[in-house]
Structure formats: C-alpha cells, structure tokens
C-alpha cells in the first residue's frame, strides 16, 4: 500500500489536524515505514508455528486468601479528626 496526499488529508480530517508541509512529507514517511514493517511480517512463513496469546509464560502470582489479625480499630481511630464508632468520617467529595 502507498500512503499519498489524498490519505494524509483523510487523516487530518479525522483528528482535526492541520499539518504543514514538512509534518506532511514526515508524516507520508513515517506512515509507509510501518506499512512496509507490517507488510515483511505479514509475508513471514508461521507454518508450524504454535499459536500464543502471550510472548511471555505468565504464572498466577496471587496468593490464597487467608484471615489475619489486623490492627485494633479503636487504635487506629483514635487519631482520626471525626469518626463514628465503626469508621472515620471524611467531607463528601461527590455531589
């Protein structure tokens, strides 16, 4: 595919943009540089290759849920600038 003037000013429509001449000649170049990288991958033979959704092996890192001692809550709201018995009170923050 070859990017030209006609598809840089589609663009520019699209994103609202105005570009000069020299961002436009850029632009067409930078545009069919990927083109040209997309389209060697897309020729790459992947016969025998086995599909992945991730590069990378990924495990489960998380942990089981277990039930731990916490802090004392009396403690923890006796510093508190306004609470309730069970919990700190804070300025509403949404309308």
Do not use: W
């Amino acid at each position: 595919m070859k990017i030209d003037d006609k598809q840089i000013s589609y663009l520019e429509d699209l994103a609202h943009l105005s570009l000069s001449g020299g961002e436009r000649t850029r632009f067409i170049d930078d545009l069919q540089n990927i083109l040209d990288g997309v389209s060697q991958i897309i020729g790459l033979n992947t016969d025998g290759v086995k599909e992945c959704t991730c590069p990378i092996d990924s495990v489960n890192v998380f942990r089981n849920d277990e039930k731990k001692p916490s802090l004392d809550r009396e403690l923890i709201l006796k510093n508190a600038p306004a609470r309730n018995e069970e919990y700190f009170i804070t300025p509403k923050t949404i309308e």
